[in-house]
């Protein structure tokens, strides 16, 4: 029985504003690096995967560059994108139409930001990678550097929370978040090893 260990990091702090930055690529503020740097201290991983925006990609670069480790870039770990949301705050958002955040929030599932990319087809997104990186790196310690709403959506595919509830998991900046699964004659086993803000 090959047990697949899988750390989830979410990137560091980002250059600019808070703001609904899905697929806007800005890169990391200096504090994003050393944020990132401090969590990852110790880490022992076979494989190094990353979302190819630069938030992600330029810290795993630099990981598996100095720890010799492979480095994967996968499209389906990519933050969603928010379409007429991307770089605009919540109060901008609230100027535009003071409903919109509450009706997202509440039932993302049903309610699509203008021209994003709508939550089911972000879920399914995610599942696939998922699928994907198990079938290909089973038995392996893997750490896969990304987004907040990733691993949300994680939580809600291997512990079968709804959208809704994932909104309730904080997931600050450089948050490490392991699970491992295995596969047996009963199925897949999932556990919710650890969720790791600094």
Same mark, same amino acid.
């Given at each position: ?50 979302? !190819?925006? @630069? ?11 100095? #720890?010799?480790? $492979?480095?994967?870039? *996968? =499209? ?36 699509? !930001?203008? @021209? ?11 599942? #696939?990678?998922? $699928?994907?990186?198990? *079938? =290909? ?62």
């Amino acid at each position: 029985m090959q047990q697949t260990v899988v750390d989830f990091l979410r990137h560091g702090e980002v250059k600019g504003a808070a703001c609904f930055r899905g697929i806007t690529d800005d890169p990391l503020s200096e504090l994003g690096w050393q944020q990132m740097m401090q969590q990852c201290q110790g880490g022992q991983w076979q494989v190094i995967v990353s979302s !190819p925006l @630069r938030r992600c990609l330029d810290f795993a670069s630099h990981l598996a560059l100095t #720890t010799h480790v $492979e480095l994967v870039t *996968e =499209m389906g770990w990519v933050e969603m994108n928010f379409g007429d949301w991307e770089g605009l705050t919540a109060a901008q958002i609230g100027q535009q139409d003071p409903d919109a955040l509450h009706r997202f929030y509440s039932d993302p599932v049903s309610f699509t !930001p203008p @021209r994003a990319e709508s939550y089911p087809r972000f879920i399914n997104r995610i599942a #696939t990678a998922w $699928e994907q990186l198990i *079938e =290909m790196y089973s038995g392996k310690n893997l750490l896969v550097v990304t987004h907040a709403g990733v691993i949300r959506t994680i939580y809600t595919q291997l512990l079968h929370l709804s959208a809704r509830h994932s909104f309730q998991i904080e997931v600050p900046h450089a948050c490490l978040t392991r699970f491992s699964c295995f596969d047996d004659a009963n199925g897949r086993f999932v556990q919710l090893n650890f969720h790791k803000p600094l």
